[in-house]
């Protein structure tokens, strides 16, 4: 299955091609006559038609763009650039995996238009998968209690506590000294994701605690793999799946002071 994966959690912006037919043998760019088509030379305008086949096996094109919150104005070209690195168009996908949060809330939405409107164009499914999950997966074997931290803005972290590869916690909005306090009744923890360097100080003073290496990368491998788990074990996600928000936006929050009565703010589970 060839999957088109999207992250706008964070400023890290990230789209990766998983690159693998239907049938489960790799894509060939090659015509009946062992000849790049026209669709692929148009695409690779480098290329050379002897000796630059696809190597077997699945293989992946994963594109970071570590630029500040500028999604808007980079996806679309992100995507495209990763589909013709990939040597696929759209129309060749199978799934969409979309990074669902916490993160930054404009991200968040234009990740989540950008998916929605692929998948009706398309008519291929898509799955919603929890930012948080994909940063600790990349981390599983490295330690046995992984915290992964998105910085909240306002002095706070969206983060979340996975033991032995399992969510043990609820989805956190916290202060840096709740989220150490938390991670010191464990006796061996890592940090990571894109923001972990705001622990180095906590990770400094405690002999149990580490950073993870590289943190900023985002988790790309993992959002397709995950994606594709859950997609076989529970299906696509609901047509009105959306972003996953752990506390109002600043929008929300300020009707909410206009209004005090209204209740709820669109969290999404």
Known sequence: MNVLGIDCSTDVLCVVVRRESAEGAPVNPLDANGAFSARRRAKHPFREPDGHGWPPGIGSVVLELDVGLRHAERL??????????????????????????PGSFTGLRIACATTKGLSDALGIPFVMVPTLDCLARERFRDCQVIIPVIDARRGRFFSAVYENGTRVS????????????????????????????????????????????????????????????????????????????????????????RNPKASGHGIAH
């Open 76 to 101: 679309i070209g992100a995507i495209d650039f990763a589909l013709g690195e990939s040597g696929l168009c759209k129309g060749d996908l199978g799934l969409l995996a979309c990074a669902s949060g």
């Open 170 to 257: 609820d989805w956190l909005d916290a202060s840096l000294a709740s989220i150490v306090a938390l991670a010191d009744t464990y006796p061996d923890v890592l940090f990571t994701g894109p923001d972990a360097d705001y622990f180095e100080s906590a990770a400094a003073e405690r002999t149990g605690f580490r950073i993870a290496r590289h943190h900023r990368r985002a988790p790309a491998r993992s959002l397709v793999e995950a994606g594709m788990e859950l997609f076989q074990s529970s299906g696509p996600s609901a047509a009105d799946a959306g972003p996953l928000y752990v506390r109002p936006s600043d929008a929300e929050e300020a009707d909410l002071e």
